[in-house]
């Protein structure tokens, strides 16, 4: 299984920013972020239909995940962003096909893509 994460960047707070997880097939999927310093967090995940989906307090209202299961590619539209966002972002594929917040029932996992959010 191939995951590439792309379309972090730089952005001001109160911009927004689309991410993008390409897989090489099918799979239930997640965004995790790890700042420096700290340990890898959950941020939203979306079942393997899309029919179900699952945020984290902290970017409830903010982020919105979505899917294009023809492209076997999943979205990550982050509005309204904070300096208390950036950190590496990683999507995660597992072979399940419900959501989970726990990074430890993702099978695979892409390579991270940096957001950085400046004050």
């Known amino acids: 299984v191939q995951l590439q994460a792309s379309g972090g960047g730089l952005v001001q707070a109160g911009g927004s920013l689309r991410l993008s997880c390409a897989a090489s097939g099918r799979y239930a999927m997640g965004w995790f972020r790890q700042a420096p310093g700290k340990e890898r967090e959950f941020v939203v995940a979306?079942?393997?239909?899309?029919?179900?989906?699952l945020y984290a307090d902290s970017v409830k209202g903010r982020f919105t995940i979505s899917r294009d299961n023809a492209k076997n590619t999943v979205y990550l539209q982050m509005n309204n962003l904070k300096p208390e966002d950036t950190a590496v972002y990683y999507c995660?594929?597992?072979?399940?096909?419900?959501?989970?917040?726990?990074?430890?029932?993702?099978?695979?996992w892409g390579q991270g893509t940096q957001v950085t959010v400046s004050s």
């Open positions: 979306i079942s393997w239909s899309g029919d179900t989906t």
């Open positions: 995660a594929a597992k072979l399940s096909r419900n959501t989970s917040p726990r990074p430890g029932e993702y099978d695979y």
